[in-house]
């Protein structure tokens, strides 16, 4: 089974930044895309931001210009810096990753999710 952890939430400051982690483990073959999805109380989930393989990037509009996303796929580890922090940014952050269990199955796997809150 594929496992997806998140680490480095917390409570941070208007115009702080924290980093959050996701290390993926299990049996798998690869990786393909991974991302960050937030999701605040009462609200959907909203994406925050993706990147390939590759190192292609997407980031949410919301997010644009403060956060970046990363991974090291030797490691099968992503981050994503998160800078000038608004209140607005206060969610649970969920780890994405289409993992390629074998050569023809792939899976959305997710993991728990960590809390970022964003508050003086």
């Known amino acids: 089974q594929v496992q997806l952890v998140e680490s480095g939430g917390g409570l941070v400051q208007p115009g702080g930044s924290l980093r959050l982690s996701c290390a993926v483990s299990?049996?798998?073959?690869?990786?393909?895309?991974m991302g960050w999805y937030r999701q605040a109380p009462g609200k959907e989930r909203e994406l925050v931001a993706t990147?390939?393989?590759?190192?292609?990037?997407n980031y949410g509009d919301a997010v644009k210009g403060r956060f970046t996303i990363s991974r090291d796929n030797a490691k099968n580890t992503m981050d994503l810096q998160m800078n000038s922090l608004k209140s607005e940014d206060t969610a649970v952050y969920f780890c994405?990753?289409?993992?390629?269990?074998?050569?023809?199955?792939?899976?959305?796997?997710w993991g728990q999710g960590t809390q970022v809150t964003v508050s003086s």
């Open positions: 994405y990753a289409d993992v390629l269990r074998t050569a023809w199955s792939r899976q959305d796997s």
């Open positions: 299990g049996r798998f073959s690869g990786i393909n895309v």
């Open positions: 990147i390939t393989r590759g190192g292609s990037t």
